[in-house]
């Protein structure tokens, strides 16, 4: 008898037949003598219908008491699907109970719409799994220390549910999704991605970060921290399938790397539209110039991603970095209303349609030539690059949007990841 977290995502909660396809799974995870513990997404679509609602009484507006509403309204979907998945499971004999984040609680800061898990209370869940409960907790929220309803990000269950298991200590979460693994890239772009039996901790958080949200990058960064075995698996296979079978199915990340696994150089590529690109031209090349810029843009807590200074010219460089897209109009305006006009700068410039696209693989540490393969590919598609950036086991490129789909795919042919690993 084990402790085990599922997580189910809003695909997999879609319908009221599709919850009850969960209860059943999880029914049978129960009747196999597990203590369950389960966190479900709203239903698909449901929490961009009510920040859709929100925004059709007021566009995104910067102030937290905005934000505050936001969470508040968003929150209800996965209270909303916590409900019925307790009631799906009544209703197979089971017996269970749910609780919002604040009821558990699951304490948080006060970041509304991306809130930060600080600490999970585990008595109210351990004394019902004691007495033999199913206990469902909500994705996706927590509580501040004001008793506010924070929400951690989109994609955030995926963190509620690895944070949970590891306040438990559980013996394994189970990502449920509507794919059946973690795969080489995004199958609904290339279909000839291949699902991957094991991928490692750092490739996992290279490819989250740099945009494959099959797993939201915290998630990957708490299983991380507090070594949980995770894996991610299909909620589409029949309920009834054999549990063994079962638990060995889709992706595990694994935190150590064994001989067994797909030694391949690249393991998977990642991608995003979610970036822009922001260019300061003509800025006088002296110390303390990427602080002023940069440090600006931090203290109004934007994130900055790529960053690229030129080689400079009669005492002047430009100075190129990327931002979330969502962040492009505020980084500009900031950056021509405050920061600049002290600096003597020329222009500020920007392209909000470029996208980024990274090789990410462990086996990048000890082969030389990957990136320059990776250069070559995307040039003999006529595919311009705009920015690089590595670590150890990435090269991401900034690219003009229209390419994406284009680049993904060549590098998925050039470095053989259509093919089976080699053993
Ligand atoms: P859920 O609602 O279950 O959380 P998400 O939509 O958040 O599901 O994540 C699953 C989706 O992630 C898949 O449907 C797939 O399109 C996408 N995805 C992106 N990159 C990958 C990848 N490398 N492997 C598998 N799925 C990926
Ligand atoms: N429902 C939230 C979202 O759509 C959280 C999640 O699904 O993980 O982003
Ligand atoms: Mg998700």
């Not at 795919?409 to 053993?423: G, N």
Request: with cysteine.
């Amino acid at each position: 008898m084990a402790l085990i977290v599922h997580k189910y995502g809003g695909t997999s909660m879609g319908s009221t037949e599709r919850i009850r396809n969960v209860a059943k799974r999880v029914a049978k995870w129960a009747r196999a003598g597990h203590q369950m513990v389960v966190v479900p997404s709203a239903m698909s679509g449901e929490t961009n219908r009510l920040l859709g609602l929100a925004k059709e009484l007021a566009p995104a507006k910067p102030a937290d008491a905005y934000h505050r509403e936001l969470d508040m309204l968003a929150a209800t979907g996965e209270q909303a699907s916590s409900a019925l998945l307790a009631i799906a499971l009544q209703s197979e004999g089971v017996q269970s109970v749910s609780y919002a984040g604040w009821q558990v609680p699951i304490r948080t800061n006060s970041a509304y719409t991306k809130a930060r898990i600080e600490s999970i209370e585990d008595d109210r869940v351990r004394a019902d799994l004691q007495a033999g409960k199913v206990v469902i907790v909500t994705g996706f929220q927590g509580v501040d220390e004001d008793d506010n309803i924070t929400t951690l990000g989109r994609g955030g269950s995926d963190t509620s549910a690895v944070a949970v298991a590891a306040a438990l200590k559980a013996q394994e979460c189970l990502i449920y999704t509507d794919v059946d693994g973690v795969y080489t890239t995004d199958p609904r772009v290339v279909p000839e991605a291949r699902r991957l039996q094991t991928v490692s901790f750092e490739e996992m958080l290279e490819m989250a970060s740099m945009g494959s949200k099959v797993l939201q990058i915290r998630s990957v960064e708490f299983a991380g921290k507090y070594k949980v075995p995770l894996r991610v698996l299909s909620s589409f296979t029949p309920w009834d399938i054999d549990l063994d079978e079962e638990s060995k199915s889709g992706t595990l990340i694994t935190f150590e790397e064994d001989e067994q696994m797909e030694q391949a150089i690249v393991s998977g590529i990642a991608f995003n539209r979610d970036e822009a690109k922001i260019s300061v031209l003509g800025v006088p090349d002296k110390p303390g110039i990427a602080y002023q810029i940069l440090g600006a843009v931090a203290d109004a807590n934007i994130e900055v991603d790529v960053i690229i200074q030129n080689v400079s010219k009669d005492g002047r460089t430009d100075f190129s970095f990327t931002v979330h897209r969502n962040d492009y109009a505020k980084t500009i305006d900031l950056l021509k209303e405050k920061v600049l006009p002290g600096l003597g700068v020329q222009e500020v410039v920007g392209d909000a349609k470029i996208c980024k696209v990274s090789i990410v693989g462990i086996g990048m540490r000890s082969h030389v030539g990957v990136a320059s393969k990776m250069f070559r590919c995307l040039s003999e598609e006529g595919i311009n690059i705009q920015m690089i950036s590595t670590s150890e086991i990435k090269t991401s490129v900034v690219l003009d949007e229209k390419y994406m789909e284009l680049a993904v795919r060549a590098l998925h042919r050039v470095f053989d990841l259509d093919q089976p690993a080699a053993a």
